[in-house]
């Protein structure tokens, strides 16, 4: 079965630090895109970053410049580095892949999320 499970979220201070990590397991994961989305409260569930198979990434506008995501296929674990912290980005961060079964169909897996309060 397929599993995704976060972790390294917690309580940090503007302009702090935190790694978040997602191992992975029971798929190919070094064939797969791999994403990190969060949900605030009162937002909808938003992509904060992506990265390829190939290893092209994107970001969304709010975090660019601040956060990295990486991915170690030997490890199968993806990471999202989250630098100069700011308190909206206090969130449930989710990672999530969408892997293809066959040619016709494909299934869609979330973590179980993570949290990350940032605060004084």
């Known amino acids: 079965q397929v599993q995704l499970v976060e972790s390294g979220g917690g309580l940090v201070q503007p302009g702090g630090s935190l790694r978040l990590s997602c191992a992975a397991s029971?798929?190919?994961?070094?064939?797969?895109?791999i994403n990190w989305y969060r949900q605030g409260p009162g937002k909808q569930r938003e992509l904060v970053a992506s990265m390829t198979a190939g290893g092209s990434t994107n970001y969304a506008d709010s975090v660019k410049g601040r956060f990295t995501i990486s991915r170690d296929n030997a490890k199968n674990t993806a990471y999202l580095q989250m630098n100069s912290l700011k308190s909206e980005d206090t969130a449930v961060y989710y990672c999530?892949?969408?892997?293809?079964?066959?040619?016709?169909?494909?299934?869609?897996?979330w973590g179980q999320g993570t949290q990350v309060t940032v605060s004084s």
């Open positions: 999530y892949v969408r892997v293809g079964i066959g040619i016709w169909s494909a299934h869609e897996y």
């Open positions: 029971g798929y190919i994961f070094s064939m797969n895109d």
